[in-house]
């Protein structure tokens, strides 16, 4: 989270995707041609920027569901870090917590369950794990044990004092890191989710639906890619009436036009 990970594009897609509050701008309603009479050149700004990312991240291609993306949006000329961190769940969050945050924003508990699923790939830090491993405080690391193979992988990498190996990484989807599949339901199952987060939807005791939906993608792939698709394009389509500013469509993603 404060250190630049390796390889987690569609993770850090859902990530962007959540701070769309906060980084961007827009006039509803968003529609898929949108640009096409307002702004022509846009599609070649976005063709090459991803052209770019495609060719310095090979491996960008792990496959999972596709989806058709509204546009209409344009990118907002001041960003703030802060709100959008109080905006995302902690990877110690309780359930009612997290479904709180995301029913906050229009995204219901079915949109968060399909959304956490992004965690099949990508990596996280020892120190937002530490207390599932080492189990130091009442949450899932009580109720949902991991295997003790896996405990103890976790443990020669992140040490139980803090401060120490912080910045040390472990996949959040043990079985499949590199593959979008459904594998990271499958891990919460047998109680393998790294995060305490991610856990807390398969064993909180207040999580009926989500524990349902998770059975569900653990065993049937397509719903959750279709879920997770509806879900993507639902949050995408977040909007805040009170924060509306003039935006424009930066020529470098990055940076702001000068």
């Not at 390889?7 to 041609?33: E, G, N, Q, Y």
């Not at 770019?52 to 907002?76: A, F, N, T």
């Not at 029913?103 to 992004?118: E, F, R």
């Not at 949902?144 to 405990?151: A, D, G, R």
């Amino acid at each position: 989270m404060n250190q630049s990970l390796p390889f987690v594009p569609l993770a850090m897609l859902v990530f962007i995707s959540i701070l769309i509050r906060c980084l961007h701008a827009s006039d509803p309603p968003l529609t898929l041609d949108y640009y096409a009479s307002t702004c022509p050149s846009v599609f070649e700004i976005v063709k090459k920027e991803m052209e770019c990312e495609v060719l310095s991240e090979p491996l960008i291609l792990v496959g999972g569901p596709y989806w058709d993306v509204p546009v209409g949006r344009k990118d907002s000329k001041t960003a703030s870090f802060e709100l959008a961190e109080s905006n995302l769940p902690a990877a110690n969050e309780g359930l009612l917590s997290i479904i709180t945050k995301f029913l906050y924003q229009g995204l219901s508990a079915t949109d968060m369950v399909a959304l956490s699923g992004a965690h099949t790939i990508g990596m996280a830090r020892c120190a937002n794990y530490r207390s599932r491993i080492y189990g130091d405080f009442e949450t899932t690391s009580e109720r949902s044990p991991m295997s003790e193979t896996y405990l103890n992988s976790l443990r020669s990498t992140c040490p139980a004092a803090g401060g120490s190996g912080d910045n040390n990484i472990s996949a959040m989807d043990s079985a499949t890191p590199n593959l979008f599949d459904n594998s990271f339901y499958q891990l919460l199952l047998k109680g393998d989710g790294l995060l305490n987060s991610d856990q807390e939807l398969y064993s909180s005791m207040l999580g009926i639906e989500t524990k349902n939906l998770v059975i569900k993608y653990a065993h049937d792939s397509p719903a959750f890619f279709q879920q997770f698709s509806d879900s993507m394009v639902k949050m995408g389509n977040i909007t805040n009436p009170d924060s509306f500013v003039s935006g424009e469509v930066r020529t470098n993603c990055r940076f702001v036009n000068t």
